[in-house]
Nanobody, 117 residues
Framework: QVQLVESGGGLVQPGGSLRLSCAAS????????MGWYRQAPGKQREAVAS???????NYGDSVKGRFTISRDNAKNTVSLQMNSLKPEDTAVYHC???????????WGQGTQVTVSS
């Protein structure tokens, strides 16, 4: 059974930083592209960042240069370092996992990030 558990969300002031983490179990982690997406109230789901099993990264335009995704295949974790946070970054952030053969896709319950003064 696939399980993705996010942590690290919270309240931060504009310009601040947060680091999100996602612990994965029930999958062969090294065979999955891992990613983060976010969902804000009244807005469409937005892809934030992804990282392939080979370490190739991709970022949404709104977070390029501010967020950094990384993975630790030994610990089955993926992280998202978020710097220079803006109020518009406020959302629930979900970790997701897509198998390299595209036969499996899972996501976690999410962690709330609120950027406000």
């Amino acid at each position: 059974q696939v399980q993705l558990v996010e942590s690290g969300g919270g309240l931060v002031q504009p310009g601040g930083s947060l680091r999100l983490s996602c612990a994965a179990s029930g999958i062969i982690f090294s065979s999955y592209t891992m990613g983060w997406y976010r969902q804000a109230p009244g807005k469409q789901r937005e892809a934030v960042a992804s990282i392939t099993s080979g370490g190739v990264t991709n970022y949404g335009d709104s977070v390029k240069g501010r967020f950094t995704i990384s993975r630790d295949n030994a610990k089955n974790t993926v992280s998202l370092q978020m710097n220079s946070l803006k109020p518009e970054d406020t959302a629930v952030y979900h970790c997701d996992a897509r198998a390299n053969n595209n036969k499996s896709y899972s996501w976690g319950q999410g962690t709330q990030v609120t950027v406000s003064s």
